[in-house]
């Protein structure tokens, strides 16, 4: 069933959808930034609830996102980041620590047979997952009108990584490049049938975490990501959503092949994992916004509200040419992040002119 | 005479069966086992490391010729502790208790094995113990630390003190992707490498 199908013959279809785009020709005419900082765990520290039960307990996820919406306003909210939930809803094993996102523990799958299993599961039925989609309805009926609700899946070489093990994926995406395929196009079959749901829960923007693909070259990042990417854009575009492709570590040998997928926005980390986010934006080109950078844990969780200041400052000056930019941060924002830092951050952004 | 040179070509192109087959007959025909290891293998593997830096290549063909060079070893490498050739030094690599990623501490394996390290792979999710006695027992010179998690990094503190309260003397590097040169001085780590390529050179010079 097709994004635009599922919408069809639902109130849904009277939801109207907030363009990323068009929110970003407003804010840029108002002479003001967007800012969407990466942000789901920290809440938990001042809640006081652990990470595992917040990913576990769909009415707690949404009241520490709906708390961070009330402190500190961002014009994106997302919900907590979390790269197993598709492979979880598969059947493989994770591990839940209590502080920290879980984790899958082994890649089971050595050979395209062994996937004939995994085709039975409907992973719109798993409890996990179900989760996730209540989270993000949650976030569409009770958060302001004027944020923007923003939902994860993996990536097709990501998840695929999950399934069968990045090293064995990076070395097969040379050596036995149709092994990869084999195990992309089933991965983006699962993260079509995610996306659709999270699309109907009343998503606007969809980022796609594509980590392990920084680990490929251009060309096998073209073949194995950007080409599955675009297939899962098909669906969600018609729908009227917004993508986001995010990857983390350096990515800048990627930035062409990123924009070149279609996706609405590339969401790129720090600069001391060697992104140039100015460069990076010049390489994209004018028709895909940009946005990142701020480390998450040598400025937000271990700087200063001042060193966080000085870091924003900094950013927002090198990307005054950039009207397709957003303010965010280079990736998540784990567990520790003062709340006095993340409001020095959207202040900021605010004051900035 | 075995090309010594067609030996690092097939380990900077990743062709195992070409590795392999010319080691085995730069053995047969009685060269010397360190000069097949330091002309050959290092030298293939020392040329695919400043390609990796230049972004001419990519992780995956690193790993690709770190499998070739492997491969070359397990049939060298009784010939080298026959001829009682020692390593360049010797490490142990492991990626921090609670952490389970894997792909870079296996990376920096490969690449120091291909510098000509003894390397002994830890594994994951190793607790600072396992790391002390593993140390102990390899004589390591270099204990290099992986995380890829923000909340495996106090992991790395508690592993460094083990080894200094057991009284070690090896040289302690970290790496990961959350991890920064600020976090390694925090610590009192002997070093910080930001990507494998830059941890051979770093393990070289904690050598020193």
């Not at chain 1, 098909?234 to 997928?261: F, K, Q, W």
């Not at chain 1, 004018?286 to 844990?297: A, L, Y």
């Amino acid at each position: 069933m097709s994004a635009t199908a599922v919408l069809k013959g639902s109130k849904k279809l009277l939801l109207k959808r907030r363009s990323l785009a068009d929110r970003l020709k407003q804010a840029w005419a108002e002479g003001r930034r967007l800012a969407a900082p990466l942000v789901g765990f920290p809440a938990c520290d001042w809640l006081g609830v652990s990470i595992k039960v917040a990913q576990q307990n769909y009415g707690m996820h949404y009241k520490c996102i709906a708390s961070l919406v009330e402190r500190i306003q961002p014009d994106a909210a997302f919900m907590m980041m979390d790269l197993s939930v598709e492979a979880n809803a598969l059947g493989l094993p994770v591990r839940f620590p209590l502080h920290e996102s879980s984790t899958v523990e082994y890649h089971p799958i050595r050979s395209p047979e062994d996937l004939l299993a995994y085709r039975q599961i409907n992973i719109l039925q798993d409890s996990r997952i179900q989760s996730y989609i209540k989270t993000v309805e949650m976030m569409r009926t009770g958060l302001p009108e004027e944020v923007l609700i923003g939902a994860y899946v993996v990536g097709p070489v990501t998840l695929s990584g999950l399934l069968a093990g990045a090293e064995q994926v990076a070395v097969d995406s040379i050596l036995q490049p149709e092994k990869v395929d084999f195990l992309c196009r089933f991965s983006t079959e699962v993260i079509q049938t995610y996306a659709r749901a999270l699309i109907y829960a009343g998503a606007d923007l969809l980022c796609i975490l594509e980590p392990t693909a920084v680990i490929l070259g251009p060309a096998q990042f073209e073949r194995f990501s950007a080409a599955y990417v675009r297939q899962i854009l098909d669906d969600v575009h018609r729908a009227g959503v917004d993508t986001i492709y995010h990857i983390c570590g350096n990515s800048m040998h990627l930035i062409e092949a990123m924009a070149r997928s279609g996706v609405s926005a590339l969401s790129l980390d720090s600069p001391q994992t060697g992104v140039d986010l100015p460069l990076a934006a010049q390489k994209a080109g004018p028709d895909v916004i940009v946005m990142g950078n701020i480390n998450p844990t040598t400025v937000m969780k271990d700087g200063t509200a001042d060193d966080v200041r000085k870091a924003c400052r900094c950013l927002l000056e090198q990307m005054r040419p950039f009207p397709n930019f957003i303010m965010s941060t280079g990736c998540d924002l784990p567990p520790g992040v003062p709340l006095e830092n993340l409001l020095a951050f959207m202040e900021t952004v605010r004051r900035f002119t | 005479m075995t090309d010594l040179k067609a030996l690092a070509d097939a380990v900077i192109k990743g062709n195992q069966t070409e590795a392999v087959r010319l080691t085995q007959q730069a053995l047969e025909e009685g060269l010397d086992p360190k000069t097949i290891l330091d002309k050959g293998l290092i030298a293939g593997m020392e040329v695919v490391g400043v390609r990796f830096k230049a972004n001419e290549v990519y992780i995956p063909e690193v790993l690709i010729s770190a499998r070739a060079m492997k491969m070359a070893m397990e049939i060298l490498e009784p010939r080298l502790a026959a001829a009682g050739v020692d390593p360049i030094g010797r490490a142990v690599i492991g990626t921090v208790q609670g952490d389970l990623h894997d792909i870079g501490k296996n990376l920096v394996v490969m690449m120091l094995k291909g510098a000509g390290f003894k390397v002994e792979d830890a594994g994951v999710d190793v607790s600072p113990q396992t790391f002390v006695e593993k140390a102990r027992a390899a004589n390591a010179q270099i204990v290099g630390l992986s995380a890829l998690l923000t909340t495996t990094m106090p992991a790395m503190d508690k592993t460094i003190q083990a080894i200094r309260q057991a009284g070690l003397p090896c040289k302690v590097m970290i790496g990961g992707a959350p991890v920064t040169q600020n976090y390694a001085n925090k610590i009192g780590a002997d070093g910080y490498a930001p990507d494998a390529a830059s941890a051979v050179d770093l393990a070289k010079s904690l050598l020193n």
